[in-house]
Each structure stands twice: as C-alpha cells, then as structure tokens.
C-alpha cells in the first residue's frame, strides 16, 4: 500500500522531459546561431604561369655524378652535402627533383652516376639512392673513381 510519502518521493525523482527539452532546442539554437558555415573559395581570376617556350636551345647535362666520399659526405656538383643530415639529404633531394624536372622540360632523361670510393660507408650510398627515388629519379648506374 502507497502512502502519501512514497507519492511524494516518486513525483519528486521522476525524470522531466519538457524542462530537457527545452534545453535541447536552446543548445541547438545557440549552436546554430554561433557556429560559421564554410564559404567557397572566391574566384580570384588568377592566372597560373605555365610552361614557356625557350627561344634558344638549353644546353642540359646528360648525367649528374654523385660522388660518395670515405669522409662522410656526399658531393653533387661540387657542392658537399653531409650524409648524416638528414636536412643535407633533403636538400640533395630537393637539388635532383629540379634537376629531373628541368630534364623532363628539356626532353632528356635524367640521368645519374653514382660514384663511391672504397672506404666509404653503403649507408651512404643507399642514402644516395633514397635521394634519386624521391626525387623520381629511374636512371641511376654507378661508376668507379679514377
């Protein structure tokens, strides 16, 4: 049998639902209200350079000798990069992505000879080859120092 407290306790936990929905429909006008739609890029009317005729001919290399030092570094036209940098092989890497493309603007294959001395490290080397296949490079032989 009920008594009057037990009615009590049960009005006073029960769940009110139109009080929380009231605080749904405020919290999703709130949010509505707030929040900033995504704009589509407005057309800036810009025009992109492309690729130019040359007028004379470009006289490209046909190959580029890598030299792989026994002191650690690696030279590519004269300018010596350190293979324990992983900054210096990025920028090898950077230097022979240009040279492919230029290649590639000049319809030539680029090609690249990859010379070692002895004592140097085959890390070195596969860091080398690292290098030519990030930068798109297919074309590598190696050579021997004279």
Same mark, same amino acid.
């Given at each position: 049998?009920?008594?009057?407290?037990?009615?009590?306790i049960n009005e006073k936990f029960r769940l009110q639902l139109v009080p929380l929905i009231d605080c749904v429909f405020v919290l999703l006008i709130y949010f509505m209200v707030c929040c900033t739609l995504i704009r589509s890029e407005a057309d800036l009317s810009l025009?992109?350079?492309?690729?130019?005729?040359? #007028? &004379?001919?470009?006289?490209?290399?046909?190959?580029?000798?890598? /030299?792989?030092?026994?002191?650690? #570094?690696?030279?590519?036209?004269?300018?010596?990069?350190?293979?324990?940098?992983?900054?210096?092989?990025?920028?090898?890497?950077?230097?022979?992505?240009?040279? &492919? /493309? @230029?290649?590639?603007? @000049?319809?030539?294959?680029?090609?690249?000879?990859?010379? @070692?001395?002895?004592? #140097? @490290?085959? /890390?070195?080397?596969?860091?080398?080859?690292?290098?030519?296949?990030?930068?798109?490079?297919? #074309?590598?032989?190696?050579?021997?120092?004279?």
């Amino acid at each position: 049998m009920k008594t009057w407290l037990d009615e009590l306790i049960n009005e006073k936990f029960r769940l009110q639902l139109v009080p929380l929905i009231d605080c749904v429909f405020v919290l999703l006008i709130y949010f509505m209200v707030c929040c900033t739609l995504i704009r589509s890029e407005a057309d800036l009317s810009l025009t992109l350079p492309g690729q130019v005729a040359q #007028s &004379r001919e470009l006289k490209m290399l046909d190959e580029q000798i890598v /030299e792989v030092l026994a002191n650690g #570094s690696i030279v590519l036209n004269e300018k010596p990069y350190s293979a324990s940098s992983r900054a210096d092989l990025k920028h090898l890497e950077y230097t022979l992505t240009r040279y &492919r /493309e @230029a290649s590639q603007m @000049a319809n030539t294959t680029a090609m690249i000879t990859i010379i @070692a001395e002895d004592e #140097s @490290a085959h /890390e070195m080397v596969i860091d080398v080859l690292n290098a030519c296949a990030g930068a798109g490079i297919t #074309s590598v032989t190696f050579g021997s120092a004279e």
